[in-house]
T-cell receptor, first 112, second 114 residues
Framework: SQKIEQNSEALNIQEGKTATLTCNYTNYSPAYLQWYRQDPGRGPVFLLLIRENEKEKRKERLKVTFDTTLKQSLFHITASQPADSATYLCALDPFGNEKLTFGTGTRLTIIP | DTEVTQTPKHLVMGMTNKKSLKCEQHMGHRAMYWYKQKAKKPPELMFVYSYEKLSINESVPSRFSPECPNSSLLNLHLHALQPEDSALYLC?????????????FGPGTRLTVT
């Protein structure tokens, strides 16, 4: 069956450190992968999109890598802040038909 | 304007009621979506509209009926729901083009079925 798994359900990181979140998928060959942030009771907010021919993408303190051989994406937040505390979701459109499938999510807590 | 709006924010309805959820975007996006999200779970796709036509229905029960009156509006009509349908219902939109697949989500409608 098709799966998108985010390895940690919850992750606690000390403020100032780098948080690294993992997204693994099976049975897909997606053209791109997306990362979203979701705060409690709110809709997800788009953060980054990385394409299959891109190894790495950056936006301010955020960095995403995409290894299509390992079928894995890593999401990094450097110099983490308490305001970065949220649930982070990876998402794939496995068949390129706009049917976005979300990973299980990682609830990140940055400890002051 | 990069905002997707949803009304109402909260809705409580009985199993015999008929209600509607509304979603609006003014970004000129051609694709609009409905998702259902249960607590501590990721959003699950329900419907996709592309150019105002229903393109994907993820085998959603007929008690949920989507409607796209125009390119800016998306409705979800609810009838004879079950308590297990209680969830956060999210609307999203996207340009749906090769360079712009990111989706913009609304704040959601928190639905409680009693």
């Amino acid at each position: 069956s098709q799966k998108i798994e985010q390895n940690s359900e919850a992750l606690n990181i000390q403020e100032g450190k780098t948080a690294t979140l993992t997204c693994n998928y099976t049975n897909y060959s997606p053209a791109y992968l997306q990362w979203y942030r979701q705060d409690p009771g709110r809709g997800p907010v788009f953060l980054l999109l990385i394409r299959e021919n891109e190894k790495e993408k950056r936006k301010e303190r955020l960095k995403v890598t995409f290894d299509t051989t390992l079928k894995q994406s890593l999401f990094h937040i450097t110099a983490s802040q308490p305001a970065d505390s949220a649930t982070y979701l990876c998402a794939l459109d496995p068949f390129g038909n706009e049917k976005l499938t979300f990973g299980t999510g990682t609830r990140l807590t940055i400890i002051p | 304007d990069t905002e997707v709006t949803q009304t109402p924010k909260h809705l409580v309805m009985g199993m015999t009621n008929k209600k509607s959820l509304k979603c609006e975007q003014h970004m000129g996006h051609r694709a609009m979506y409905w998702y259902k999200q249960k607590a501590k779970k990721p959003p699950e796709l329900m419907f996709v509209y592309s150019y105002e036509k229903l393109s994907i229905n993820e085998s959603v029960p007929s008690r949920f009926s989507p409607e796209c009156p125009n390119s800016s509006l998306l409705n979800l009509h609810l009838h004879a729901l079950q308590p297990e349908d209680s969830a956060l219902y999210l609307c999203a939109s996207s340009q749906g083009q090769a360079d712009s697949y990111e989706q913009y989500f609304g704040p959601g409608t928190r639905l409680t079925v009693t």
